[in-house]
């Protein structure tokens, strides 16, 4: 099993940068992808982005293609999003979530999950 712990969350103001960081812990050395998802109040859980194992692909949804970035360390066991230009409506939990295999959207694919961190945008 994979333990993940998001930290970094906080209150922001529109335009300003936030970075989130996720640290796993237990079985990581087999190869895993990553993710991050968000879920604002009232709404339903969102996927953000991925990267796989090599780090060599990554995917954004594309209300954060530009803004946002995702990175990972393997050594250190940890994955990053680094939030930039952040709008209200990025105002959510924030979600890492970890699978053993190449990295999808779907939030039902993802066998762990961190408890989550809060990212609040204000205007």
């Known amino acids: 099993q994979v333990q993940l712990v998001e930290s970094g969350g906080g209150l922001v103001q529109a335009g300003g940068s936030l970075r989130l960081s996720c640290a796993a812990s237990g079985r990581t050395r087999s190869n895993y992808a990553m993710a991050w998802f968000r879920q604002a109040p009232g709404k339903e859980r969102e996927f953000v982005a991925y990267i796989s194992w090599s780090g060599g692909s990554t995917y954004y949804a594309d209300s954060v293609k530009g803004r946002f970035t995702i990175s990972r360390d393997n050594a250190k066991n940890t994955v990053l999003l680094q939030m930039n230009s952040l709008k209200p409506e990025d105002t959510a939990v924030y979600y890492c979530?970890?699978?053993?295999?190449?990295?999808?959207?779907?939030?039902?694919?993802?066998?762990?999950w961190g408890q989550g961190t809060q990212v609040t945008v204000s205007s």
């Open positions: 979530a970890a699978r053993y295999s190449f990295p999808v959207t779907h939030e039902s694919m993802y066998d762990y």
